[in-house]
């Protein structure tokens, strides 16, 4: 796939947004089937750069991810310096 799609698993697990050569790249939602979501940044089938991610009680967090692994979450003195 290359372009804009949507993938959905019989788990409930679904990706909509951004692919390159058959990964997720580019901007993305993936939800999971407890109600989590992460919208933001993909490379090469991961997360990667700034994204959003919503627990389960609909809270919200910014943090930054790097191949996948989030390397921090940006407070609110950090969103405002931005």
């Known amino acids: 796939?290359?372009?804009?799609g949507k993938t959905e698993w019989t788990d409930g697990r679904k990706y909509e947004g951004q692919y390159v050569n058959d990964k997720k790249h580019g901007i993305g939602?993936?939800?999971?089937?407890?109600g989590r979501k992460y919208h933001?940044?993909?490379?090469?089938?991961?997360?990667?750069?700034?994204?959003?991610?919503?627990?389960?009680?609909?809270?919200?967090k910014i943090g930054e991810w790097v191949e996948g692994k989030r390397i921090k979450w940006i407070d609110d003195a950090e969103k405002k310096a931005n």
Request: with cysteine.
């Open 1 to 4: 796939m290359h372009g804009n």
């Open 29 to 34: 939602t993936f939800y999971w089937s407890d």
């Open 40 to 60: 933001g940044a993909w490379k090469d089938g991961k997360q990667h750069g700034r994204g959003e991610y919503y627990l389960c009680s609909g809270e919200k």
